[in-house]
């Protein structure tokens, strides 16, 4: 079992920047690729960035690619998202997942365990 805690949202400003951690617990992080999901009102989940174990690889949703960094340090057990020159389409509540086997998969059912999510609001 692997229990994840999000934090790090808020209210911004369009153009502003925000960094997301999750910090996971319960059995060794480093065995799992790492994800961020964003979920806005009255739409689907859909995938933002993945990182992989060690953190050499990572990958983007098309919509942030060039503003969101994904990072990661294994020896905190921690997932962090940068987020820069945010949007308000930016705007929706944000998960980390943790449990896929590559980076690339970037279908929520891959993902196997979620943190509780944290709203970003990005105003215009």
């Known amino acids: 079992q692997v229990r994840l805690v999000v934090s790090g949202g808020g209210l911004v400003q369009a153009g502003g920047s925000l960094r997301l951690s999750c910090a996971a617990s319960g059995r060794s992080f480093s065995r799992d690729a790492m994800g961020w999901f964003r979920q806005a009102p009255g739409k689907e989940r859909e995938f933002v960035a993945a990182i992989s174990r060690g953190g050499s690889i990572t990958n983007y949703a098309d919509s942030v690619k060039g503003r969101f960094t994904i990072s990661r340090d294994n020896a905190k057990s921690t997932v962090y998202l940068q987020m820069d020159s945010l949007k308000p389409e930016d705007t929706a509540i944000y998960y980390c997942?943790?449990?896929?086997?590559?980076?690339?998969?970037?279908?929520?059912?891959?993902?196997?365990?979620w943190g509780q999510g944290t709203q970003v609001t990005v105003s215009s």
């Open positions: 997942a943790a449990g896929a086997p590559t980076p690339y998969n970037n279908n929520p059912v891959s993902f196997d365990y």
